[in-house]
């Protein structure tokens, strides 16, 4: 499953509004087929890592790190192809909090005789979906904040001379999460240097 999680975390800011997601498909403990969702519209981690295994799928183990899909949307339904493809078992992560999904993914793989284990690395799983389970589920934004000052309270010098008031880490980390969000605020001096 950490490495579903991997898989997921390549599409970093370039899935929204969807979630991120990363699917294995193993057989006699060999990876047979891999995939991540890559961005909103495309295939999902599921159909991926399905067609990489093609016909080998039957009677495989999936791991994927969200509740497969049950309903139609810019693409079919995951659980639709997982069961066509004939896998045995699917080991996920953590249930999808859409309530279009929400345990109906679960149910139609059990109804067709699929066995499913969730809950498997799902601190991780929700971890990674933070900004999605959070907006899903409360239709309200995910907010990151960064302010910097210098010691003396200030937002920059006086004469406007310091470049940096943020460290090499800190600046990095704004790296990191501007690419994760549809949308980022910040002042004009930050857009003209930028």
Request: with cysteine.
């Amino acid at each position: 499953m950490q490495h579903a999680l991997g898989l997921a975390s390549k599409a970093r800011g370039r899935t929204s509004p969807n979630p991120l997601v990363g699917a294995l498909i193993v057989k006699n403990e060999q990876i047979i087929g891999e995939g991540y969702h890559q961005k909103a519209g495309s295939n999902h981690a599921e159909v991926n890592a399905l067609n990489m295994a093609g016909l080998e799928a039957r009677g495989a183990k999936m791991y994927v790190t969200l509740e497969p899909c049950s309903h139609q949307g810019r693409t079919p339904p995951c659980v639709d192809a997982i069961i066509n493809a004939g896998i045995e078992e699917v080991i996920i992560a953590t249930l999808d909090p859409n309530p279009q999904v929400m345990g109906q993914g679960i149910r139609k793989l059990n109804a067709a005789g699929i066995t499913t284990k969730v809950g498997v690395l799902e601190n991780a799983a929700l971890r990674l979906n933070e900004i999605f389970c959070k907006y899903i589920t409360t239709k309200i934004p995910f907010v990151f904040m960064k302010y910097a000052m210098t010691l003396d309270g200030k937002i920059a010098t006086s004469i406007g001379d310091s470049q940096w008031i943020s460290s090499e880490d800190s600046r990095k980390l704004v790296h990191y999460w501007r690419n994760s969000y549809d949308a980022i605020l910040v002042g004009i001096g930050t857009v003209l240097a930028d």
